[in-house]
DNA sequence: TTGAAAGCGCTAACAT
DNA sequence: ATGTTAGCGCTTTCAA
């Protein structure tokens, strides 16, 4: 049986098994006021032996800090949102406060059921994160009564924002690829419409020069397999290094090289984007990639809501937060 | 600027605008008692105009219901988990409620934290779901003041548990293979372990005899590959099929009979087990696996909870949910 | 049909 | 050091 009228405890109850007022007890249980060590350390007995448990609703309705906060994201809780979320879970969580998890799943009429629910459940401020950086949300963000925080999506001017440093992951490929010798290096992504596909396309060629090669296709392993045939199909020079737009890309154009006998790395390094743990690990040779560090941009974000909705400013701006590169084994010296 | 200062409108707000005594507003607004249908025309316009909204934390307060649960799940967010909360999450939303998420990350200090958190938010119900579903939850969980229900986890024999019918799964795909004509069907899994594996095994053999083999291992796709090395290195007769406990492990195992030169499905078929699509679709070729129904299980336990927050009774047990085939290219008729 | 008043559980002035 | 009281925003008797 699911247990039912278990009556919970209040304050009340507290303070008449103890034997002072409410207030007292309140006063010794939060420990504010001037209270008698000794009627403190009662009234702390009593609530815990009786199991009591402040009601945050009613704390909240007082207090006007609801000490939750929503995170709307607008897929499914996919791939890159998730780390996010983690990394604002574990800042949020030790501070006290609960996260709401909405997901739109793209679809504009539920995004404004979920933003008008949070408003209402008084929530102390809302992050907003998206699969793509340049995906503005579906819904008037910008009046509104609590704190917003964009991650992983850039919000207006005058509002807060991060993001990976995109053009900074992309340098940082490009140059381990040069160290390890390399000079024909080509540059496999997603589609050009991707604000970040554009962002690390145009760093690879501020390195490279402009006349680096860039194949615009798609996110997918397929893409990258393709790719790859299409470039050792034909005549010409052919490279000895492949920057990939993202992971999964770079899983394609392993298993394209292999079945064309090439050797990774000796032949061709590749190198990745994403980290993408469980495809990066698994590729044959391991994957050496891009950690855009998604967990530290949640815990920055976290933070940041954090600090506004206790009323302390915090400039605007779009913040780039570094990425790291992983090294494994796709790609050696030559 | 972040905005803060917007007071937000309360029932006040709207009981003066529209010259009637706050009990009128409320009444009007929820079409409770008796209302002039013009007044209450009017009172929803004015409420509409300033921009009220009614104070969750108040309401929640009275009514002692909050009309938000929690769910608490191990992993940071898996893909396991995902899908269900995402069914979660479809079938409440649509009712009003929100939804915490509490990733406990496997630390028994910080499932205690969010449970306690919970309650004390008054939430009218938590979800506990697993990434295995022998794990128990790491904290009391029996004597709640709040119904709970388990997905993706056995909860004890007086609870209500959700969980995917594994024996039905593999029965599914094994008998798939028989129909496509197999005869030498290997089945390559995870740990002994895991209940779902042991599970799956017991059905597979409860299929093919007894002596139908068995390989545990672990859940990578290293392993699936080791795996098909190990058995078509040695001598004796070789099997005509493969069904995988995961498809990360059909993904080693696909990989590591094309590096033999096997060609899929015609010299041997493979299923997989989990249809992560990301995985599943990319397979070259793309992999016939059976899906968990996750998204559904969610959704049952979502209705489930909904139920039991409105104080209906249902009873006890475990339901075991069916998990569906879908059929891709690794497995054709002979 | 409408309004006045009580109270959900808690905190914080203020009075004792 | 402790208790009394008002009130957060709302719903809901009960009177008018």
Redesign the interface.
């Known amino acids: 049986?699911?247990?039912?009228d278990?009556?919970?405890r209040t304050i009340h109850d507290v303070a008449r098994a103890a034997g002072v007022s409410i207030s007292t007890a309140s006063n010794a249980l939060n420990g504010t006021g001037r209270t008698n060590p000794e009627t403190r350390e009662r009234v702390r007995r009593v609530a815990e032996d009786i199991g009591f448990?402040?009601?945050?609703?009613?704390r909240?309705?007082l207090s006007k800090r609801?000490h939750?906060i929503g995170i709307i994201t607008n897929d499914?809780?996919g791939r890159l949102t998730?780390?996010m979320?983690?990394g604002v879970?574990e800042v949020l969580?030790e501070e006290?406060m609960?996260?709401?998890?909405?997901?739109t799943d793209n679809d504009p009429r539920?995004a404004k059921?979920?933003l008008?629910?949070?408003?209402?459940?008084?929530v102390d401020g809302i992050i907003f994160t998206a699969t793509r950086m340049d995906l503005k949300p579906p819904m008037e963000l910008?009046?509104?009564?609590v704190?917003?925080v964009y991650a992983f999506a850039e919000g207006p001017e005058?509002?807060?924002s991060f993001v990976p440093d995109d053009a900074q992951g992309a340098r940082l490929a490009v140059e381990h690829l040069l160290q390890a010798g390399r000079s024909r290096i080509l540059h496999v992504t997603g589609p050009e419409d991707y604000l970040a596909a554009r962002i690390r396309a145009a760093s690879y060629r501020d390195v490279l020069g402009e006349r680096a090669e860039v194949m615009f296709g798609d996110w997918?392993?397929?893409w990258g397999h393709e790719a790859i045939q299409r470039v050792f199909g034909g005549a010409g020079l052919k490279p000895d290094a492949i920057f990939c737009g993202s992971d999964?890309i770079a899983?394609?154009v392993i298993?394209a090289l292999r079945d064309l006998d090439l050797s990774i790395p000796s032949d061709i390094a590749v190198v990745g984007f994403d980290n993408w743990e469980?495809v990066a690990r698994?590729t044959?040779p391991s994957l050496t990639t891009v950690d855009m560090e998604l967990k530290e941009l949640g815990r920055q974000a976290g933070l940041a809501i954090l600090q506004?909705s206790k009323?302390e400013?915090i400039p605007?701006g779009i913040r780039r937060l570094p990425c790291s590169l992983v090294t494994r084994k796709s790609c050696g010296a030559i």
Chains 1, 2 share one sequence.
């Open positions: 049986m699911v247990e039912k278990i009556r919970r448990r402040p009601n945050a609703l009613a909240g309705l609801s939750a499914t809780y998730l780390p979320a983690a879970s969580v006290g609960s996260v709401f998890l909405c997901a539920l059921l979920h008008e629910t949070l408003l209402d459940r008084q910008s009046r509104l009564p704190p917003i005058d509002s807060v997918s392993e397929e999964e899983r394609g298993d469980v698994q044959r506004l009323r400013d605007p």
